[in-house]
């Protein structure tokens, strides 16, 4: 997980002031130092650091403070305020032409994910924005780009269009706008040429290929596990091409996050989407907000709803309310939750959202495992429809052919009907208190 180290750092520190009622000059100056270093071992650069701890110490030692009834809860605002002001503030939008079809090329260096990255956004706007898009391969030098891009298109039923790698890009790129025009796509995106290094004959290429296919947007795909590289490659890229954002790859690995921290401040150039896996669906818009208060462990509850939003037939959950209310929830009302939490992604992405993650150490480290949920599925699936709905019936010799089935143990069947029945037991407590009362929308 990413930031790990900067969020286990900055959630002590902060926790030493949270609940001071007053909070003297020595106080302050103690909690920046600590901030300061744990910025730095956190690869952001130098240069940031030292300017995001003067606006901290100006605004924590000024009038803001002293007035306020908790001034321990008011510098904890202010660093999440300054730490939201360092990645950019309020979350960027993606420009659309006003005349279709919008043109978004996206470079980077080989290994990046750029064109992972391509096929990723184009699916996410696809679904956010209701778009067509036509993906471009238009990177003629590595080998494998046309078959990968061809690939990813492929899996996203989403055309691709190719010249092969015998014409220049910026013809490949001319040619494609043509084509999207003829096919009625409202947005292009065009997946270039990387290098090892920045080099001047690969900007040259970019610069030809933003002359002739104005584009809307030009996303630098950069790997946060580079940490300060990834920041000198934006500078070297803005330099030349004036891109209008960055698209931070792998922030699912374990990186320091120095990158994510340090691109905006430093280049000026807004972090607009965050990679979070190599899977199509792994890319989030980048909100600094709210990573901000992820990174001080105070969770990120509107990126969850939203997901949940995303992802959860809002039919089916008024139904599954029903059941629950009425006590009629089955195994296969059960598997059908599963199923809706899974498409939500892996459940420690989920956890790490929720408010107070960082206290839940332990629960990271007994991992909430996507086999042990297979496995639960597999025993539900074993079960005959009459079992499912009335789990009572289920004797030994059925327990015995239930775990077969599912290639499981007696013992794993065992502890999912004692799961279940404690579940149900739980609702009912939970039902018989509210009875007559009106119950609170947990989201509202
Ligand atoms: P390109 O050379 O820039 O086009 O890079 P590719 O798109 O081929 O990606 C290089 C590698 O990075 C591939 O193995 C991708 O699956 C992987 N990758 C891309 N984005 C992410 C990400 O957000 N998270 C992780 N874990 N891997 C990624």
Do not use: C, W
């Not at 590595?142 to 910026?170: C, H, N, W, Y």
């Not at 001319?174 to 003829?182: D, F, R, S, T």
């Not at 792998?250 to 996050?257: E, P």
């Amino acid at each position: 997980m990413a930031f790990e180290g900067l969020s286990d750092r900055l959630q002590e520190t902060i926790k030493k002031i949270r609940g001071k009622g007053k909070v003297s000059e020595a106080d302050v100056k103690q909690m920046t130092r600590e901030v300061r270093l744990a910025l730095l071992e956190a690869d952001v650069n130098f240069k940031v650091v030292k300017d995001f701890i003067n606006r901290v110490k100006e605004r924590a030692i000024g009038q803001e403070v002293l007035k306020s009834l908790t001034p321990g809860q008011q510098v904890i605002k202010i660093v999440q305020d300054e730490l939201a002001g360092l990645m950019g503030g309020e979350q960027s939008k993606i420009q659309f032409s006003p005349k279709p079809p919008t043109v978004i090329m996206l470079v980077g260096l080989q290994g990046a994910g750029k064109t992972t990255t391509t096929g990723k956004l184009a699916n996410y706007i696809r679904k956010a924005n209701n778009k067509n898009p036509l993906l471009v391969a238009a990177d003629v030098y590595r080998p494998a780009a046309i078959k990968q891009l061809q690939t990813l298109g492929g899996q996203l039923s989403m055309p691709v269009f190719t010249m092969g790698d015998k014409e220049s890009p910026v013809t490949i790129a001319k040619e494609a706008i043509k084509k999207a025009k003829e096919d009625h796509h409202d947005i292009v995106f065009i997946d270039t040429a990387g290098r090892l290094h920045v080099d001047d004959t690969l900007m040259e290429e970019l610069e030809e290929i933003k002359a002739v296919t104005d584009p809307n947007e030009i996303f630098l795909v950069v790997d946060a596990m580079t940490g300060q590289d990834a920041v000198n490659v934006a500078e070297s890229f803005n330099e030349r091409l004036n891109i209008t954002g960055a698209i931070l790859t792998k922030l699912d690995g374990d990186t320091r996050g120095g990158a994510a921290l340090s691109v905006k401040a430093v280049t000026g150039t807004p972090i607009k989407f965050v990679g979070m896996g190599e899977k199509l669906d792994a890319l989030e818009p980048f909100h600094p907000e709210r990573m901000a208060s992820r990174i001080l462990g105070m969770g990120d509850v509107l990126s969850l709803i939203e997901k949940a939003q995303a992802n959860v037939d809002a039919e089916k959950a008024k139904e599954m309310e029903k059941k629950l209310r009425t006590m009629s929830f089955t195994f296969d009302d059960f598997l059908e939750q599963i199923g809706q939490v899974r498409n939500m992604g892996p459940l420690e992405d989920l956890l790490a959202m929720m408010p107070g993650a960082g206290k839940l150490k332990g629960l990271k480290d007994a991992k909430i495992d996507d086999k042990k949920i297979g496995q639960i599925e597999a025993i539900i699936r074993s079960m005959t429809p009459l079992e499912k709905s009335d789990p009572d019936i289920i004797s030994a010799s059925r327990k015995k052919r239930i775990a077969l089935g599912s290639g499981t143990t007696i013992q794993d069947v065992n502890r999912l009907l004692k799961q279940f029945k404690d579940m149900k037991k739980m609702m009912k407590q939970f039902m018989g208190n509210t009875k007559g009362k009106k119950r609170k929308n947990p989201f509202n």
